[in-house]
Nanobody
Framework: QMQLVESGGGLVQAGGSLRLSCKAS????????MGWFRQAPGKEREFVAA????????YYADSVKGRFTISRDNAKNTVYLQMNSLKPEDTAVYYC?????????????????WGQGTQVTVSS
């Protein structure tokens, strides 16, 4: 399994921006599809965004479409989540996840490797 470490979370006012990073271990990062998920207190973990191995395909939850952008740098073994126009309802712990394969995946049970999460808090 791949080890993943997220960073970049924090406290931001509504309308602000944050960029999350997820650094992966191992030399086969480019063969993995990556995803971002989030979990707010008392709620189930939900899908946010996903990207395939080559960055040719991305997919977003309707709630973040047009505000968030997922990207990756295979040379740096890193996936990013640029979050703009943040809303209080975006407050959650954000997790990155990895699954080996050439496809794109949005269901959390398809991902075998998870990071420890990073807290994002958006104040109104």
């Amino acid at each position: 399994q791949m080890q993943l470490v997220e960073s970049g979370g924090g406290l931001v006012q509504a309308g602000g921006s944050l960029r999350l990073s997820c650094k992966a271990s191992g030399r086969t990062f480019s063969s993995y599809a990556m995803g971002w998920f989030r979990q707010a207190p008392g709620k189930e973990r939900e899908f946010v965004a996903a990207i395939n191995w080559s960055s040719s395909i991305t997919y977003y939850a309707d709630s973040v479409k047009g505000r968030f952008t997922i990207s990756r740098d295979n040379a740096k073994n890193t996936v990013y989540l640029q979050m703009n126009s943040l809303k209080p309802e975006d407050t959650a712990v954000y997790y990155c996840a990895a699954r080996q394969g050439l496809g794109i995946y949005t269901a959390h049970n398809y991902f075998g490797s998870w990071g420890q999460g990073t807290q994002v808090t958006v104040s109104s």
